[in-house]
Structure formats: structure tokens, C-alpha cells
């Protein structure tokens, strides 16, 4: 996806608010039906079925024959793909869509007649968007040429953009076989082989302030009043403020990565157990519940995912994940591994070679080094 800033007037924000609204109630009658579903009865409707049950709807309801067909017709093959996906194993169920959570819609067919996109100076240029004209975007990079469909959105923060649905092509790389291994952490986002320390640049100190003002003055405030809508909209501003920081710093590190490495190692983590609550149940809480809800913010603000995803775009077939178990107390300059050899989180000591080193901050990184030569 090729994303861009939109900047619609009031008149078109209205319109696409309106598309927003059809495309996730069209979405939802879809995730209805197939909860309806149990061993034993009839398949769910599919995506021809259901396009024809949208045909009849439409001509008996004049409100939902107002707005865009495109833009309804699009939510049941979206719902399709999703639940090909799901079927798959490759993706979650699809699931319920909520009105200020969930804000977008999706535009197909054929570029010049159903949609278009066109240049107006240096900074600037236009999307064609059914019922709602051209609609402003920045033009901060060209628009692909083969794009056929994008993607219309709206965050929490109340920002529009457009992406523009285009394969990339794969970063190259330098083709002379170096390997690198990349330790996660939550201190360092990014430990490199080669000495490097990348993190992620997250909130100032100031606006960490802020945010926990703005939370407080949030949890204060009425359920449904404008006070509340104010301080959500201003606590959801600081926080895409964020994640567009983390998601910048993911997509240029990737790609440096990718360009200079041919081969990519990193540890096989499974992301979702280790950010699982510790609350517990009623009849069994759990233990140590703030500070693991601490460390799966580092987790989730680190950004180890996103990297590693990014990196397996740019760089397919060169990323491989290595199993976890035991790098932490495997000495890399002799292999011996033993859990005493782990002296504290930051200092490693090898048990039998004596080889002493920091695992997390020092320049000569043990984990990422033994990460590279793995596999070699």
C-alpha cells in the first residue's frame, strides 16, 4: 500500500463518512450471517449470493439505495477475501466493525472511467472518489501507475488518507552472501551483529506528560459529553503521533537492512503469548499484573513485529527465524549453553570458556552475533 495524506472539505468529509458508514454496515450483515452458521446446517451465503441479497435490499430500502453502489458492492468481496484468509490459517475471523474505530471503504475498477488520480503542482494532486468528486492529498510521492483500487480511511485522530493498492518490487540485495542477526529487545528495539543499536523513537518526555494529563482529564470526563470527545480526540492525536513515528522508523530500517544484508536472521518469537495479559480470573488472579502490563507496552511500542514484517516484504526469502530456546544462555564464541551463564538480564558470563560480555547494550552484542552464524 502507498499511503497518502487526504484533505477533504466539510461537504466531502461528509460523503465519505456516509461511504465509511454503508461500507461497515454492509460488512457487518455479512459477519451476522455466517455467525448463523452451525455443524449440521446450510453454507453461508457467499459473495455472489450476498451481492444479490445487497441488490434486492437496495431497491427496497430508498436510504440504502442513496449512496454508493461501488462502495457497498466492494464490503462483501473485502468479507470474501477475509474469509478465504481465514480459512486459510493465514488470517483471524473476520469480526465486528465499530463506528469511530473502524472508518474506510475500498474503490475498484478501471482507472480514467470508475476512478482517477491527477497531478496539480508540486505538492498536491487529486483522487476521483464516487459522489464525492475530486478530493486534495498531498502528493508527497508519485502515485503507481498500475494501481488498480485504494483504500479510503479515517483514524481516531480524525486524519484521512488514501492508499493506492500496488505490489512493490523486493529490495536487492548486495549480493555478496553477509549475514546479520537481529536480537529484539525492549530497551534497544534493534540489536544488529554488527554493533549497531537501533530504537524506536517514541514520545518525548513532554509530550509523555501530556498524554498522561490528557488520559486523566479522559477518564474524568462524562460518558457522551463534548468534554469527553475533546480529550479522546486530543489522547488519540498523541498516539498516532506515536505509532507514526514507530511505523517511519520501521520502514526505513527495514529497508536498510534489506539493502545491505542477503541473509537476515532473527529469533522465532511469538509475539501474541508473550503481550498476554496476567490479569487472570476472579478465582485465580494473576501475579506481578502492572509490571507485565508494562512490559507488553515496551513489547507493542518496540515495534518487533512490524519489523519483522516489513522485512519479509522487502526481503522475501532472505529473512529466517531462528528458534528462541536457549540463545539467551548459548556462549557464541564456544556454543556451551547453560542457564547460569546468564548472570542478569544485561551481563552474560560463559561458564566454561569464561567469554564475558553484555547481552543487551554493549557494542560486541552476544545474541545477535550467535543469531547471524546460526543456520550458517
Known amino acids: 500500500m502507498t499511503r497518502y495524506r487526504l484533505q477533504p472539505t466539510r461537504e466531502q468529509e461528509t460523503i465519505l463518512l456516509r461511504h465509511c458508514s454503508d461500507a461497515r454496515y454492509v460488512w457487518n450483515l455479512a459477519v451476522e450471517q455466517h455467525a448463523w452458521w452451525r455443524p449440521g446446517r446450510g453454507s453461508a451465503p457467499g459473495y455472489l449470493e450476498q451481492c444479490r441479497q445487497l441488490t434486492a435490499a437496495r431497491a ?83 502515485v503507481p501507475a498500475d494501481a488498480r483500487s485504494f483504500r479510503v480511511t479515517r483514524d481516531r485522530a480524525g486524519r484521512w488518507h488514501v492508499a493506492f493498492a500496488v505490489i512493490p518490487e523486493p529490495v536487492q540485495g548486495p549480493g555478496t552472501g553477509e549475514a546479520v542477526g537481529i536480537d529484539r529487545g525492549v530497551t534497544v528495539s534493534a540489536a544488529l551483529s554488527t554493533g549497531e543499536m537501533l530504537t524506536v523513537p517514541g514520545l518525548s518526555a513532554r509530550e509523555r506528560a501530556r498524554l498522561r494529563r490528557l488520559q486523566r482529564r479522559l477518564a474524568r470526563a462524562g460518558r457522551g459529553s463534548a468534554r469527553r470527545g475533546k480529550a479522546r480526540t486530543a489522547v488519540a492525536r498523541l498516539k498516532a503521533r506515536e505509532r507514526d513515528r514507530r511505523e517511519d522508523w520501521a520502514e526505513k530500517t527495514s529497508t536498510g537492512i534489506a539493502r545491505r544484508f542477503d541473509v537476515i536472521r532473527v529469533e522465532d518469537l511469538n509475539i501474541r503469548n508473550m503481550t498476554r ?20 507496552r515496551g513489547i507493542s511500542g518496540s515495534g518487533w513485529g512490524l519489523l519483522v514484517r516489513r522485512l519479509e516484504d522487502k526481503a522475501p526469502g532472505r529473512v529466517e527465524k531462528v528458534p528462541a530456546a536457549y540463545t539467551s544462555q548459548r556462549c557464541s564464541a564456544c556454543g556451551h549453553v547453560d542457564g547460569r551463564s546468564r548472570e542478569s538480564q544485561a551481563r552474560f558470563r560463559c561458564t566454561a570458556c569464561g567469554y564475558a560480555g553484555n547481552a543487551d547494550s554493549h557494542p560486541v552484542n552476544r545474541e545477535p552475533q550467535l543469531l547471524a552464524s546460526l543456520g550458517a
Open 60 to 142: 427496497g430500502n430508498p436510504w440504502l439505495a442513496g449512496g454508493s453502489q461501488t462502495v457497498r458492492q466492494q464490503a462483501p468481496r473485502d468479507f470474501a477475501r477475509a474469509m478465504a484468509g481465514f480459512f486459510a490459517r493465514t488470517h483471524g475471523r473476520p469480526s465486528w466493525r465499530k463506528a469511530g474505530r473502524d472508518e474506510g471503504f475500498r474503490v475498484t475498477g478501471r482507472r480514467g472511467r470508475d476512478w482517477d488520480v491527477r497531478r496539480l503542482n508540486r505538492n498536491w494532486g487529486q483522487v476521483k472518489i464516487p459522489k464525492a468528486g475530486w478530493v486534495r492529498f498531498r502528493w508527497s510521492r508519485d
Open 277 to 296: 495479559s496476567a490479569k487472570g480470573a476472579a478465582a485465580q488472579p494473576g501475579r506481578n499484573v502492572r509490571a507485565k502490563a508494562g512490559l507488553n
